[in-house]
Nanobody, 116 residues
Framework: QVQLVESGGGLVQAGGSLRLSCAASGSIFPFRTMGWYRQAPGKQREFVADITTLGTIAYADSVKGRFTISRDNAKNTVSLQMNSLKPEDTAVYYC??????????WGQGTQVTVSS
C-alpha cells in the first residue's frame, strides 16, 4: 500500500520561507508524477506544482517565481521550497504521487499558516 508522509509545515510571517518534504513508499512501481496540492478553509483543493520522473515541472500561476519543486527519484521524495510567502498561501498542503496510471495517492496533509 502506498504511503506518503509529509513534513515541514508551520507558522511563518508574510515574506518568509518554508520547505515541505514528502517521502513516498509502498509501491512496486516507480512513482511517475509527484506533486503538491493545497486546500484553504472553505475552498476546494487546488493544484500547486508537480514534477515528473524526467524532471518536467508545472506550477500554478499563483506560485510561479516563489515556489520551487524538486524530487529525488532514488529516495522517492519530493520537496517544495516556498519563498515570499503570502497570507493567501495559508492552507493544508497535500503531497500526491501516482505509480499506476489513473491511481493517485495522497498524504495526510501538513498545515502552512502565513501571518500578515
Amino acid at each position: 500500500q502506498v504511503q506518503l508522509v509529509e513534513s515541514g509545515g508551520g507558522l511563518v510571517q508574510a515574506g518568509g520561507s518554508l520547505r515541505l518534504s514528502c517521502a513516498a513508499s509502498g509501491s512496486i512501481f516507480p512513482f511517475r508524477t509527484m506533486g503538491w496540492y493545497r486546500q484553504a478553509p472553505g475552498k476546494q483543493r487546488e493544484f500547486v506544482a508537480d514534477i515528473t520522473t524526467l524532471g518536467t515541472i508545472a506550477y500554478a500561476d499563483s506560485v510561479k517565481g516563489r515556489f520551487t519543486i524538486s524530487r529525488d527519484n532514488a529516495k522517492n521524495t519530493v520537496s517544495l521550497q516556498m519563498n515570499s510567502l503570502k497570507p493567501e498561501d495559508t492552507a493544508v498542503y497535500y503531497c500526491s504521487a501516482d505509480d499506476v496510471p489513473g491511481t493517485v495517492s495522497w498524504g495526510q496533509g501538513t498545515q502552512v499558516t502565513v501571518s500578515s
